[in-house]
């Protein structure tokens, strides 16, 4: 158990609907992370936290968006949501933004557009 | 941009044997980490071992150790003693400082009974 907690585990939706995936991370840890996984495809950078402000943007559509809140538990919303967003949703939480620390990830969230 | 590639999408070896999966990365950096991440068929992420680019020693963890070539940009993992628990996909992955993980396209492990 990495610390890092997600929810939901699992979510089934239809294409056009909007889905928000929740994370928390390890406790001190002030950076969190969101990955997509495709399929068996490698992990793709969404965005990064830290302390509630946005650090850094990887290939991150413009239907998604994500925010951290003051508890540092983050949100990564997903809108207008097309078949091909289906995939693994990952979050990984470090403790700093300047350091190299490794990051810890959640056991993920499977998201199945239909 | 950095990218990391793993050559090699399947890899299979026989229990209690010895394997090794190949990584090479591409930067322009001369500090940087390289990870080595597991995940078996729960889909968890589990970091098997990490190298730091200015330690000239081979990181090992037990059965796990890697080969960093820095001039080569290689990284590649080598797995003793294999074990079923083993079995999983394999991902390379790239770091600069406290930026985004970059991962290869992952080596799907096969152990043989």
């Known amino acids: 158990d990495s610390g890092v907690t997600q929810t939901p585990k699992h979510l089934i939706t239809a294409t056009g609907q909007r889905v928000t995936l929740r994370c928390s991370p390890r406790?001190?840890?002030?950076?969190v992370y969101w990955y997509q996984q495709s399929l068996d495809q490698g992990l793709q950078f969404l965005i990064q936290?830290?302390?509630?402000?946005?650090?850094a943007k990887g290939n991150i559509l413009e239907r998604f968006s994500a925010q951290q809140f003051p508890d540092l538990h983050s949100e990564l919303n997903l809108s207008s949501l097309e078949l091909g967003d289906s995939a693994l949703y990952f979050c990984?939480?470090?403790?700093?933004?300047?350091?190299?620390?490794?990051?810890?990830f959640g056991p993920g969230t499977r998201l199945t557009v239909t | 941009a950095q990218t990391v590639t793993q050559s090699q999408p399947e890899m299979s070896v026989q229990e209690a044997e010895t394997v090794t999966l190949s990584c090479t990365y591409d930067t322009s950096e001369s500090d940087y980490y390289l990870f080595w991440y597991k995940q078996p068929p729960s889909r968890q992420m589990i970091l098997v071992i990490r190298?730091?680019?200015?330690?000239?020693q081979n990181a090992t963890e037990n059965r796990f150790s890697v080969n960093f070539q820095k001039a080569a940009k290689s990284f590649s993992l080598k797995i003793s003693d294999s074990q079923l628990g083993d079995a999983a996909m394999y991902f390379c992955?790239?770091?600069?400082?406290?930026?985004?993980?970059?991962f290869g396209q992952g080596t799907r492990l096969t152990i043989n009974p």
């Open positions: 190298q730091e680019a200015y330690k000239q």
């Open positions: 992955a790239y770091k600069l400082g406290a930026q985004k993980l970059v």
């Open positions: 990984a939480s470090s403790v700093g933004d300047r350091t190299p620390y490794e990051q810890y």
């Open positions: 406790s001190g840890d002030l950076s």
């Open positions: 936290y830290y302390n509630g402000e946005e650090r």
